[in-house]
């Protein structure tokens, strides 16, 4: 069956600009994760959905970086005013449900020049 | 300090070698993940454990709680098996990460 998809898959923007990341899980998984990797970084959490509403986003580094799941499925990271600071891979990854092993996307790789 | 450390960062290792990855954590979980990410960021779960050893095809991870430290061991190590190996541990509901081990395995 289909895994967790992510898209785009690469996105260059210059400083100051908005971005859209977009996470695709897999059918029926009720939790998402988004998580940020810096160049040979482990991953860093950001927000954790549960259903429609965000349960944990204490990760979540300011208030330029946003999250929705309006219908549960789909999940939109939203970056306002990129900085450069936030070039990294951006993943994404679901689970059946909280606590469940966790499947990950192939990841956004961002870079703001 | 990380909340998660692993070691070493770097290995490199000949066909055929047994290898052992170590990871110790300084906070509370309620499991431990190992996962496995090859160039280009693709990340695979390999292991979700709680308690005791797992053993999956070559690779076993085993976990002991009481002293917050697990390892993962492949044996018979094949050039294949050569990416990042990334120990992560669940707090509440989010993983947190160690920076990864990378292997690289020579032929």
């Known amino acids: 069956g289909a895994g967790v998809s992510q898209t785009p898959s690469n996105k260059v923007t210059e400083k100051g600009k908005y971005v859209e990341l977009r996470c695709d899980p897999i059918s029926g998984h009720t939790a998402l994760y988004w998580y940020r990797q810096s160049l040979g970084q482990g991953p860093e959490f950001l927000i954790y959905?549960?259903?429609?509403?965000?349960?944990?986003d204490s990760g979540l580094p300011n208030d330029r970086f946003f999250a929705v799941r309006p219908e549960g499925s789909v999940s939109t990271l939203k970056i306002q005013r990129t900085e450069r600071g936030d070039s990294a891979v951006y993943l994404c990854a679901s689970s059946l449900d909280r606590g469940g092993t966790q499947y990950f996307g192939p990841g956004t790789r961002l870079l703001v020049l | 300090k990380n909340e998660v450390e692993q070691s070493p960062q770097n290995l490199t290792a000949q066909e055929g070698e047994f290898i052992t990855i170590n990871c110790s954590y300084s906070v509370g979980i309620s499991a431990l993940h190992w996962l496995q990410q090859h160039p280009g960021g693709g990340i695979v779960s390999l292991f979700m454990?709680?308690?005791g050893k797992k053993k999956h095809g070559r690779l076993i991870a085993t976990i002991n709680i009481q002293e917050k430290h697990s390892s993962l061991h492949i044996t018979a190590s094949h050039p294949r098996d050569s990416a990042v190996y990334i120990c992560?541990?669940?707090?509440?509901?989010?993983?947190?990460f160690g920076t990864g081990t990378r292997l690289q395995v020579f032929p």
């Open positions: 454990l709680s308690s």
């Open positions: 992560a541990v669940r707090n509440t509901d989010k993983l947190i």
């Open positions: 959905f549960q259903g429609t509403g965000a349960a944990d």
